[in-house]
């Protein structure tokens, strides 16, 4: 159940198609969490920076990206929280993380040499699933710090979900690629480094050979570490404590993913907690009777039409969930609705409403 988990996971990570309300969803079981455990950190990658401006952050906070924050008292209250709770919010900046990666892995030194090289700074662009590595990265070392009961982690709109598990295969595969291999001296490897030509350098020019040396040498140590931790990641997902919350909506094109992305999950043996569908319509509470009284006839007509038309969008919904549920039987449903509300901190409380015990 999401509610026990919510009390007993170590790591909820929240995946779905884009748009389909992640962030908010991830934002919401953290409040829910937060409700019955002391530190709960809920972490984003989003770029678009939606988590920290749910929670009520200026954009003047971000500039430090990947430090946690705590709510102030203001915002837990807003949120229905008692003032003691302990939520903390983090946008994820991956090159901060990988700053932190390269000097604890080859001393401040070396580390700092290293990124001030072109290609360390260009890192970011250069290896796609970056972010997501690094988020790995990031939520195993919190984890191992223990400095939290939960973490809950907010994947970024921008990729595919499955792009998101597939990424540190693909960082492996590049780290082992030819392309590494002809630049970095391994110890078992008869390949000379290309580096070691001359000719290479009146090629690339003093500062540009000069620093690519420097990368791909120090980068050997930090690509063995890569290597490793992204052999680790499957044991990730098999600790019991760290499971993943689908979200989805009852719209037919987000269901297609949705399923795709519970197929894909499956296959990968990566463990579900729960599907979450968010931003279900329900049917509206309008009651005539008391309006009647109250209202001109022209507007109760009115009042009459819009209850017809959010009726009429509840019963849709409520009959394609139900396909899709019976598609998947033994899976856990979570329903959060769609709120009409200008107070982003609205959607927050309800949502978090339905975790309750
Ligand atoms: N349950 C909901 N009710 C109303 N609006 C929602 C709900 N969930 C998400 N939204 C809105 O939908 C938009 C996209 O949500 P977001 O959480 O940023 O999606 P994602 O992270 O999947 O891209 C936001 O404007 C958000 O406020
Ligand atoms: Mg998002």
Redesign the pocket.
Known sequence: MLKDALLEKRCLMVC?????????????LAVAAARVRKRVLVVTI?P?K?LLQ?FGFSDALLQEGGAPLALSGEVLARLGLPADAGLSVAILNPKWVLDRIVSQSLGPGQGTKLKETVIYREMGQMIHGLQEYTAYEWVTRMLTDDEYDLIVL?TP?AFHAKEFFNAPAKIRNLMESRVFQIFIPSGSSWIPSLLTFGWVEKLLGERIYRESRMFFETFTALRDRIIARCGKLSEFFSQRDVSVVV?GTPESTPILELEGLIGFLEEKRIPIEAVVM???EVPSGFERESWASEVSPGVLEKLDEMKLHQDAKADRAFESIQRVKARHPGREWVE??????LD?FE?LR??SEKMKN
């Open positions: 779905g198609g884009g748009g389909v309300g992640k962030t908010t969803v991830a934002a919401s989003d678009a939606r749910a907010d709109p979200v968010n931003q279900v959060f609705p769609m709120v009409y509300s982003g959607i309800q949502n």
